[in-house]
């Protein structure tokens, strides 16, 4: 069975720092999805990014990254002088390449970021 | 390009009431995703949608029911509601090509159970 894990519940910094978000995986697939959606108070789910389990290319868009580690099963998120409009809860996510692709999510790390 | 849209915005229901929550899928989708999210927790997948049949279900009551229309959109309904049901209901929808299944979620429809 597919599990992801967020270990961090919450975190709390001061704009300008610099914060990594944790999510650990768990699959049998040897072909897999992982992803990070943001979820500001809204409450919509926003699209962040998708990687290939044969792509551990890391990633960087902006003030995110993305390390992607396969030996670890990790997907680390890190956000660079970070900002209080990043302020959300942060979802990483799991799904099969095959099929219907449903997306396992983890508990969710609450960040909050503050002036 | 409109995005996914869903509706109502919230609703209040009492035990043993039947709801229908709708969905209308991002423009060029043709998959719809259902998922239940209650507070403090990540979404829980429900069922998905490709064709107007039933793809993969979640493990979810038969209470819970789904409907694809030839358009794409789709309604979720749940009968014989129960206080544990109240959540947000979210829904995503995606283009069935294979390796190329990223899903998209509207804002959700916020359920209250009395």
């Known amino acids: 069975a597919q599990k992801v894990t967020q270990a961090q519940t919450e975190i709390s910094v001061v704009e300008k720092e610099d914060v990594t978000l944790d999510c650990v995986y768990e699959?049998?697939?040897?072909?897999?999805?992982l992803f990070w959606y943001k979820q500001p108070p809204s409450g919509e789910l926003v699209f962040l990014i998708r990687?290939?389990?044969?792509?551990?290319q890391n990633e960087i868009s902006g003030r995110y990254s993305w390390n992607f580690q396969k030996s670890t099963s990790s997907f680390n998120f890190t956000i660079t002088a970070s900002q209080v409009v990043d302020s959300a809860v942060y979802f990483c996510?799991?799904?099969?390449?095959?099929?219907?692709?449903?997306?396992?999510f983890g508990q969710g790390t609450r960040l909050t970021i503050n002036p | 390009d409109a995005g996914v849209t869903q509706s109502p915005t919230h609703l209040i229901k009492t035990r043993g009431q039947q709801v229908t929550l709708r969905c209308s899928p991002k423009?060029?989708?043709?998959?719809v995703s259902w998922y239940q999210q209650a507070l403090g927790q990540g979404p829980q997948f429900i069922f998905q949608?490709?064709?107007?049949?039933?793809?993969q279900r979640g493990n979810f009551p038969d209470r819970f029911s789904g409907h694809q229309f030839p358009n794409y959109s789709s309604e979720l309904n749940v009968n014989a509601l129960l206080l544990g049901d109240s959540a947000l209901y979210l829904c995503?929808?995606?283009?069935?090509?294979?390796?190329?299944?990223?899903?998209?979620f509207g804002p959700g429809t916020r359920l209250t159970v009395l």
């Open positions: 995503a929808s995606s283009l069935a090509l294979e390796g190329t299944d990223t899903q998209y």
């Open positions: 699959t049998r697939d040897t072909t897999y999805y």
């Open positions: 990687r290939n389990s044969f792509d551990e």
């Open positions: 996510a799991l799904s099969e390449a095959k099929g219907a692709q449903k997306l396992v």
């Open positions: 423009s060029g989708h043709d998959t």
């Open positions: 949608y490709y064709e107007e049949e039933e793809r």
